[in-house]
């Protein structure tokens, strides 16, 4: 079992940033992939970004790519996701998630926290 907690969302004008991050409890953080989903009101929910367990290999939704950077800190067992360059098409609630490495689902899930950004 794992339990994630999401913080750092808040109101940022367009152009500003955000810094996420995802507390993890429960045993075998370091071997999982992490990731980030995002859902805006209406819509569905969808990839953000992920970060593999030794942080070699990094994926990010072409929307956010050059813009939003992941990355991971097993020692703390956390995980952030660091937005530049908001927009406000970036307006949604943001989860952290977490899968085994050998599974394509994502398994566990945070609450979510809200990131808006205004124009």
């Known amino acids: 079992q794992v339990q994630l907690v999401e913080s750092g969302g808040g109101l940022v004008q367009t152009g500003g940033s955000l810094r996420l991050s995802c507390a993890a409890s429960g045993r075998s953080f370091s071997s999982y992939v992490m990731g980030w989903f995002r859902q805006a009101p209406g819509k569905e929910r969808e990839f953000v970004a992920a970060i593999s367990w030794s942080s070699d290999r990094i994926s990010y939704a072409d929307s956010v790519k050059g813009r939003f950077t992941i990355s991971r800190d097993n020692a703390k067992n956390t995980v952030y996701l660091q937005m530049d360059s908001l927009k406000p098409e970036d307006t949604a609630r943001y989860y952290c998630?977490?899968?085994?490495?050998?599974?394509?689902?994502?398994?566990?899930w945070g609450q979510g926290t809200q990131v808006t950004v205004s124009s």
């Open positions: 998630t977490c899968r085994a490495t050998s599974s394509y689902e994502y398994k566990y």
